[in-house]
């Protein structure tokens, strides 16, 4: 994941080091020219020495040894009057005045020649790859302090940074700590001009979501609550006409199967619209889901008689916190899609156990299972994965919805894969442990 933090820093520390680096190549190239500028000026200062101190009548003589790194000789009418011990017999620079380079006795040196009367020349020379040691020796050690505190202005880079982007933290850790039905406007007192823009577009967005939501919320509900009474007015009618009818008419029973078909599509919008985290205030207790498993299969076992099926419950007491009211819808949901979906003669196996300290509940079937590209899509609303087989299967695929909003409700895992049968689904719900608790 990309950083702005890192981002800023990185591109900083890249500044800064270029910039150092020129400031340093520069200062290093000034200070070089300054550091020969001031040992030039000691040759002559040595010219004018060596022009104050010699005879010119003087003998030709050789001077004390010295360490090798000066050298300088005394010219008069082409004849050698004084030298160093380290300069050579020959003339080492032509007699003309200035500042030049010249090699002799196996290094490079640094040479003025000078002019004196009665045509004396005075040669003195320095060593130049000693000149150059000096002098980088010189400038490196002003340099290198700069190079070493690098590390400490990255350090102070990165925190300066990290600094500067707390109003951005202050922002994410405000929206983060926001409850998933809390759609209100974001308040950030007096925030800095670059976020107000993004404060501005965060609480328009969030406007915009809470209109959506009470929208959808209002249509559910009041499209549902209308529905109840022409559903239950058509229900006394086909009553009252299956009086007057045949026993076993055909359309009359195909009549009654949609309208029950309708009943439950609007009793799954409800239980929805219920189920919205900003609509239900669960109030959470401690229950026993093995003995909860036992009401719901009782209550469901004569659907599943009437298909010649068999329903199982096993497993043992098992402790968690719920709202027992959800919990039995999530397991009927299940149930209900077991009995649509598994043969006639097939098998539905519940266990409730305790896996790892974790309440877990497990729903299997030996109907034809959900395809694996199928899995993630059967949670949306209105979605039906089937096939030739379970074309005929009534349904308005809410199922599952249902199932999975009151599983996010409990801060619980759900999963689809393979039954225990031959064939068929198995849905498996982590609830989390007692310990970790759940939060309404």
Not at 189 to 198: A, C, F, G, I
Not at 229 to 251: C, E, I, W
Request: one cysteine or more; a negative charge.
């Amino acid at each position: 994941m990309n950083s702005i933090r890192s981002s800023l820093v990185a591109m900083l520390i890249a500044a800064f080091t270029l910039i150092t680096f020129l400031a340093a190549l520069n200062g290093y190239l000034s200070s070089m020219a300054e550091a020969q500028r001031l040992m030039d000026n000691q040759l002559k200062h040595a010219a004018d020495l060596l022009v104050a101190i010699s005879s010119p009548q003087g003998p030709a003589i050789i001077a004390p040894a010295g360490d090798g790194d000066f050298a300088f000789q005394v010219w008069r009418n082409n004849e050698l009057l004084l030298k160093s011990a380290s300069a050579p017999e020959a003339i080492i620079s032509d007699f003309s005045t200035g500042f030049r380079y010249a090699n002799f006795s196996g290094y490079r040196w640094r040479i003025l020649v000078q002019s004196g009367p009665d045509e004396t020349w005075y040669v003195v020379a320095e060593r130049a790859d000693l000149r150059h040691i000096l002098a980088e020796k010189v400038v490196l050690e002003s340099i290198l302090p700069l190079l070493l505190w690098l590390p400490v202005a990255a350090i102070l880079i990165w925190v300066l940074v990290g600094w500067g982007l707390r109003p951005l933290r202050d922002l994410s850790a405000q929206i983060n700590l926001k409850r998933s039905d809390d759609l209100e406007s974001v308040h950030y007192d007096d925030p800095p001009t670059e976020l107000v823009q993004l404060v501005d577009s965060t609480n328009s967005l969030l406007a915009r979501l809470s209109a959506a939501f009470d929208r959808e919320k209002h249509f559910a509900a009041h499209a549902a609550h209308e529905l109840r009474t022409p559903l239950s007015v058509l229900k006394v009618h086909l009553h009252n006409l299956s009086l007057d009818l045949p026993a076993g008419n055909t359309a009359l029973a195909h009549a009654n199967a949609g309208v029950e078909r309708m009943h439950h599509l609007v009793e799954q919008i409800l239980d929805l619209n219920r189920t919205n985290p900003e609509v239900i205030k669960a109030n959470f207790r401690t229950l026993d889901l093995h003995s909860l498993s036992q009401r719901v299969t009782a209550s469901s076992w004569p659907a599943f008689s009437l298909k010649d099926q068999n329903l199982s419950l096993n497993g043992d007491a098992v402790s968690m916190l719920g709202d027992e009211g959800l919990l039995e819808t999530l397991l009927q949901n299940l149930l209900d899609n077991a009995n649509k979906y598994t043969p006639i003669g097939g098998d539905i196996r519940v266990t409730v156990r305790n896996l790892d300290g974790k309440p877990q509940l497990l729903v299997e079937d030996s109907g034809p299972g959900v395809a694996a590209e199928h899995q993630e899509r059967v949670f949306e609303r209105f979605y039906r994965a089937t096939n030739e087989e379970q074309a005929e299967v009534s349904g308005a695929g809410l199922g599952l919805a249902i199932v999975q909003h009151i599983v996010a409700l409990h801060n619980a895992e759900i999963s689809l894969g393979e039954s225990c049968f031959e064939s068929g689904l198995a849905v498996t719900v982590n609830f989390p442990s007692m310990v970790s608790g759940v939060s309404p």
